[in-house]
């Protein structure tokens, strides 16, 4: 099993660009998740997923939007990339059930000129 | 509102020295605990999870502990190698909660 995976691994925008950022997990669990990494500030939740066709906003979700046609996908979509949104982004995905731990992927470090 | 905290925010130790990381949280009816490792430009490495029902797990030289009535979590490293230079982070899922809440982690750098 590949576990979760993350494309691309790094990438650089203009301010103004768009890009989407895709996760795949082969576990197939029904939660997925978008995280951003800043020093200083922790892991903050973007936006999460309980299940395909459904998505809800987290701490952040400002100027990010997510799509989740197919339950081993969680896409994130940055509409118009802002210096604000320079950060290491990482996907996750548990099973609500029982132990309900929770797998990351390798992250993409996302940097706005 | 539901916090974790992790204090220290970076620790250093000379190799072989036994050590504790500490994680402190809100409210204390959490799901579970997960403690996770971080290498500098990698992703996050699961290495304890403790349910609310248990009070530790252990892995190897890893030990983590689990307090609910004080908020607390401990991560106890035995015997540390420059190996285990890194950051770890502590996660706490609530009750009815579908999110983890992270800490800032602690970063650690055990020298040779």
Known sequence: NAGVTQTPKFRVLKTGQSMTLLCAQDMNHEYMYWYRQDPGMGLRLIHYSVGEGTTAKGEVPDGYNVSRLKKQNFLLGLESAAPSQTSVYFCASSRPRGVWEQFFGPGTRLTVL | ?112
């Open chain 2, 1 to 112: 509102k539901q916090e974790v905290t992790q204090i220290p925010a970076a620790l250093s130790v000379p190799e072989g020295e036994n050590l504790v990381l500490n994680c402190s949280f809100t409210d204390s009816a959490i799901y579970n605990l997960q403690w996770f490792r971080q290498d500098p430009g990698k992703g996050l490495t699961s290495l304890l999870l403790i349910q609310s029902s248990q009070r530790e797990q252990t892995s190897g030289r890893l030990n983590a502990s689990l307090d609910k009535s004080s908020g607390r979590s401990t991560l106890y490293i035995a015997a540390s190698q420059p190996g285990d230079s890194a950051t770890y982070l502590c996660a706490v899922r609530w009750t009815g909660f579908q999110k983890l809440v992270f800490g800032t982690g602690t970063r650690l750098l055990v020298s040779p």
